[in-house]
């Protein structure tokens, strides 16, 4: 079952928000009003292939996979931990159906922003809208610089940079996710993590 949270947990969007933006103290109880804080279960589907995306996130606690279904099989592309902003773009933007799917794979309390909130936001929120625009603009740039790096690199050096940059998902998230988001299988990953360790 899900659980929106009170208030005072809703109001850490504002505390999240106020050193990007001069909040009144208006724009503060519309913001806590228009973005609800929701608890959501290991292993629910924010979002199933085929599905319009009409709502986007922020993560607060927990952990999110985007995946794809390929030939039966599911592959990873990426994780969102705390502090990351969760979205399917092209769904969400253009209103056309995901190519893809997203989970929770432990429990998480997500901030969710719908389009309708999103519209009212940008009307009563003075700069909302260019913090939105900003935030999408450099997390692309980073998710394509990193999707670049990723095709230039082997597995290993997929791996030994997953350990360098973030060493929290190796703890958090299962090895057949980790194998699948490598490109490679458990089997493989095993045999790279056998190698590291006998350095």
Known sequence: MLNIQNLDLKSEIVQLLEGALDLSEEAKQVLTECIP????????????????????????????????MVDGEEKTTEFYIENDAISSLQSYNLKIPSNHYLECIEESRLAILSRERERELFEKVPGFESL????????????????????????????????????????????????????IKPE????IRKRITNR
Do not use: W
């Not at 319009?52 to 794809?68: A, M, P, T, W």
């Open 37 to 68: 804080i929701v608890t959501f279960p290991k292993g629910h589907i924010l979002l199933r292939e085929g599905q319009v995306s009409n709502e986007s996130f922020f993560n607060i606690e927990g952990l999110v996979r985007k995946y794809y």
């Open 132 to 183: 939105c625009r900003v935030t999408i603009e450099e997390e692309l740039g980073a998710y394509q610089d990193k999707q670049a790096q990723f095709m230039m690199s082997n597995p290993e050096k997929r791996y030994t940079d997953l350990m360098q940059n973030s060493p929290e998902l190796l703890q958090r998230v299962p090895q057949y996710h980790l194998a699948s988001y490598l490109g």
């Open 188 to 191: 493989s990953l095993s045999r």
